[in-house]
């Protein structure tokens, strides 16, 4: 399934970018963020952030979905995941080993479920009624925002500190 594919491509990626983030650089933040396509994270928030919606909501959606009978399913607070887990302490290398591990986990999960389970549904925030396939398409979305926030991030490095970002 190309679904399948492309989660699992994430966490390589999301490391190909934040390699491209001096280490010195992990925590940096614009003093502006407008335009920006996914929350206002630095590289290493990003990542963090990553982990914890995979492994605190999206694996908890999905598993709420299949066991429950149209369950309400919470939005997470970003900003109040990062104060809670102190992200500016996390270790990137450890943190990025987590994410691929949870991601693999996820996709081992949703590849074991019946083709009937993908209609199973949910209401989800602001999104209404849902079936599994679509919080899995709405991670899939969730994974593109994070990819493009990176990539706006690496952006303002370049034109505000004036970095010279190599191309990998």
């Not at 491509?9 to 999301?14: L, W």
């Not at 994410?99 to 996709?107: L, N």
Request: hydrophobic share 40%; proline share 5%.
């Amino acid at each position: 399934m190309p679904l399948f594919t492309t989660l699992l491509a994430m966490p390589d990626q999301f490391e190909q970018l934040l390699a491209q983030v001096p280490a010195d650089y992990l925590d940096w933040e614009p003093a502006n963020w407008a335009g920006i396509p996914s929350e206002r994270f630095s590289a290493r928030g990003h990542l963090c952030h990553l982990l914890d919606i995979e492994t605190q909501g999206y694996q908890v959606r999905f598993r709420r979905t299949l066991e429950e009978s149209l369950p309400a399913l919470a939005s997470l607070d970003g900003y109040q995941l990062a104060q809670d887990n102190q992200y500016r302490q996390q270790d990137p290398s450890v943190q990025l080993a987590r994410f691929r591990a949870a991601r693999s986990e996820t996709v081992d999960w949703l590849k074991a479920q019946p083709a009937s389970a993908w209609q199973r549904r949910a209401r989800y925030g602001g999104y209404g009624e849902v079936t599994l396939d679509g919080l899995v398409r709405l991670l899939v979305s969730h994974d593109h925002q994070h990819l493009a926030g990176m990539q706006w991030l690496l952006m303002r490095l370049n034109a505000d500190l004036r970095l010279a970002i190599p191309l990998a």
